[in-house]
């Protein structure tokens, strides 16, 4: 069986639309079974709040967790390979007509960063939108700390 130890973390959140946006909710990351990311081996809160970041602007969040994942030989593996997922929970509040409204942000649920794909120090920017046009970018950063 091989392991890597890696960090991870989510270096900013990035308004890049025209509105004020206040991402509410939480940002995991977790190690999970590769062919069913229902399975969590381990997860670590990254993101848990309410935080206004105004048009062009960014928030620089800092928090840092270890994860393990593990990869097995194929012959002894049955199935239960690990990757590294970024999973979000995360909705927006807006004012319509005198009353609040919440809407979920879109994109990807579960980013996935396969075993393989761990090497070094890494970031990966990605985008969520609400159908009111609330949009931010996530970047969230994976480094390798040991493998074996």
């Known amino acids: 069986m091989a392991s890597k130890v890696i960090d991870v973390s989510i270096a900013t959140i990035r308004n890049y639309g025209s509105k004020p946006v206040s991402p509410e909710g939480i940002i995991w990351g977790r190690v999970v079974?590769?062919?069913?990311?229902?399975?969590?081996f381990q997860t670590e809160r990254l993101y848990d709040g309410v935080r206004t970041i105004l048009p062009g602007q960014s928030l620089t969040v800092g928090v840092y967790k270890r994860?393990?994942?593990?990869?097995?030989?194929?012959?002894?593996?049955?199935?239960?390979?690990?990757?590294?997922?970024?999973q979000k929970d995360l909705k927006q509040r807006h004012l319509v007509l005198g009353s609040v409204e919440e809407l979920p942000y879109f994109g990807p649920y579960s980013f996935e960063v396969r075993f393989v794909d761990i090497a070094g120090?890494?970031?990966?920017?990605?985008?969520y939108n609400t159908t009111q046009d609330h949009?931010?970018?996530?970047?969230?950063?994976?480094?390798?700390?040991?493998?074996?």
Do not use: C, W
């Open 67 to 86: 994860l393990t994942v593990h990869y097995f030989d194929p012959q002894e593996s049955q199935g239960f390979n690990q990757m590294l997922v970024f």
């Open 121 to 127: 120090f890494q970031t990966f920017p990605v985008r």
């Open 33 to 40: 079974r590769y062919i069913d990311d229902d399975q969590v």
């Open 135 to 148: 949009k931010i970018e996530v970047v969230y950063t994976v480094n390798l700390v040991a493998s074996n």
